[in-house]
């Protein structure tokens, strides 16, 4: 078992350090950073995942034809690259009549991107849930025909099952896919306070670099039900659930839990890696 030393121990409890499992924001202006300055924390961005594009030659063999669906579901910006990317590598137009409906409004303002942006045709919901999502899609169900872009490792079964139960036409596509990044290299875990997670494959890369990590008050935060569900199955308590109507963003989520508790006290995480078991 790998044990901490005193002064690395002594060091992780004196300070604040948030672990946020994806890039860092391009902008300065991310709200990210004003939160660090609000509460003199330091936030540390490192993505525990990569995603890999599938190509077009690849995903012909999905049998999905781009031009017949009248409207797309968007649950990350990613999904928007691999969308636009897919369409320039098969030489596609994207009709400027096609409706995309989002799960939250920064989601959809990126399509600015890519799109000439009009409310009437970019939908998204009010707070950030699946349900508000819903709520949109509804008013268009009976109308439009959907495809869900997504990971092919990788979908919100809340949203599968809700346009399966509500009778939606429907089709996902696949256009990229999720793989696990080499954390243990440039990250030492017992450093932060708080993990913050964002998708069900970050849990699963966790896992992959530390098949033993035990979370020993290591706080944990996750974005959307797919992904706080695999921080539970993983074993871990799960303190920071994202979104909720008071706090749609991981953002708003961390400001009320740095605004209502104080520093964690936190013994440092232990990690049992098979090369210590040998």
């Known amino acids: 078992m790998i044990k901490q030393g005193s002064k690395q121990s002594a060091s992780s409890k004196s300070s604040k ?3 946020i499992s994806q890039p860092r924001p391009e902008s300065d202006k991310s709200p990210y950073f004003d939160l660090e300055r609000k509460h003199n924390v330091e936030l540390v961005f490192h993505p525990f995942i990569v995603l890999e594009g599938i190509p077009a030659r690849e995903f012909r063999k999905q049998k ?5 669906f009248s409207a797309i579901i968007f649950t990350s910006r990613n999904a928007i690259d691999h969308f636009f990317r897919m369409s320039e ?3 596609i137009s994207i009709g400027q009549d096609t409706k995309y ?4 409004e920064a989601v959809a303002l990126y399509l600015q991107k890519f799109i000439l942006y009009r409310k009437r045709k970019v939908f998204y ?9 819903f709520d949109v899609i509804n008013k268009h169900r009976e109308s439009e025909k959907f495809l869900y872009v997504c990971s092919e490792n990788q979908q ?9 139960n509500n009778k939606c036409e429907f089709q996902l596509g696949f256009m990229y896919r999720t793989i696990s990044n080499n954390i243990r290299a440039a990250l030492d875990l017992f450093e932060y306070h708080v993990i913050c997670f964002f998708t069900p494959s970050g849990v699963k890369s966790l896992l992959d670099n530390y098949p033993n990590f035990e979370q020993n008050g290591t706080i944990m935060g996750a974005f959307g039900s797919n992904t706080s569900k695999a921080v539970e199955d993983a074993g871990f308590q799960l303190e920071i659930k994202v979104p909720s109507p008071q706090r749609p963003s991981m953002v708003a989520a961390l400001d009320h839990y740095l605004s209502t508790s ?7 995480s232990k990690v049992v890696t098979k090369a210590a078991k040998k």
């Open 89 to 91: 590598e098969m030489k």
């Open 125 to 133: 919901g009010a707070d950030g849930t699946n349900k508000s999502l």
């Open 156 to 164: 919100d079964n809340d949203i599968v099952s809700w346009l399966k």
């Open 101 to 104: 409906f989002c799960i939250t």
């Open 64 to 68: 999905i034809d781009i031009m017949q």
């Open 17 to 19: 350090k948030i672990l």
């Open 262 to 268: 104080k520093a964690p006290s936190k013994a440092a």
